[in-house]
């Protein structure tokens, strides 16, 4: 028997609602759930964040070595100039990271409360043979 139906990234911050908004625009989610501490969403893909409401967060201070990174999301993309483009829309901004893995590759970004998440190009796989 399954014991966990569902897994949901949860990330603090101080305005849940505000921060919802963006990802959900982001990801053309839905919310599936609402309290006053806590607001959920569903990507088309079955991806599952909620943020919760903590007066008191901080944003991490990626990629500045002072802080250790402790998570972060990335999000596969079709074209990382447009997604760029949606996420400073949506109030996100680009990070710049110092030696990033590839120019054109991937993109450092965080949401309006300073979250840290990748702009990742996808790629097509092909299938296994042999």
Same mark, same amino acid.
């Given at each position: 028997m399954t014991?966990?139906?569902?897994?949901?990234?949860?990330?603090d911050c101080?305005?849940?609602?505000?921060?919802?908004?963006?990802y959900r625009? %982001?990801l053309?989610a839905? +919310?599936?759930? &609402?309290?006053?501490n806590?607001? +959920?969403?569903?990507?088309?893909?079955?991806?599952?964040?909620?943020?919760?409401?903590?007066v008191?967060?901080t944003p991490?201070?990626?990629?500045?070595?002072?802080?250790? %990174?402790?998570a972060? %999301?990335?999000?596969?993309?079709?074209?990382?100039?447009? &997604? +760029?483009?949606?996420?400073?829309a949506?109030g $996100?901004r680009?990070l710049?990271a110092?030696?990033?893995a $590839?120019p054109?590759? +991937?993109?450092?970004?965080?949401?309006?409360?300073?979250h840290?998440f990748?702009?990742?190009?996808r790629?097509?796989?092909?299938?296994?043979? $042999?």
């Open positions: 014991v966990v139906v569902a897994s949901v990234v949860v990330l101080a305005e849940p609602e505000k921060l919802a908004v963006f625009e %982001l053309d839905e +919310e599936v759930d &609402a309290t006053a806590r607001v +959920e969403i569903r990507a088309v893909d079955g991806v599952r964040l909620a943020f919760r409401r903590d008191n967060a991490p201070s990626w990629p500045r070595p002072e802080n250790s %990174l402790q972060h %999301l990335d999000f596969l993309v079709e074209d990382l100039d447009e &997604a +760029e483009r949606k996420v400073v949506l $996100g680009p710049e110092k030696d990033a $590839g054109y590759e +991937e993109r450092g970004c965080c949401d309006p409360a300073g840290s990748t702009l990742r190009l790629r097509d796989t092909a299938p296994k043979q $042999g």
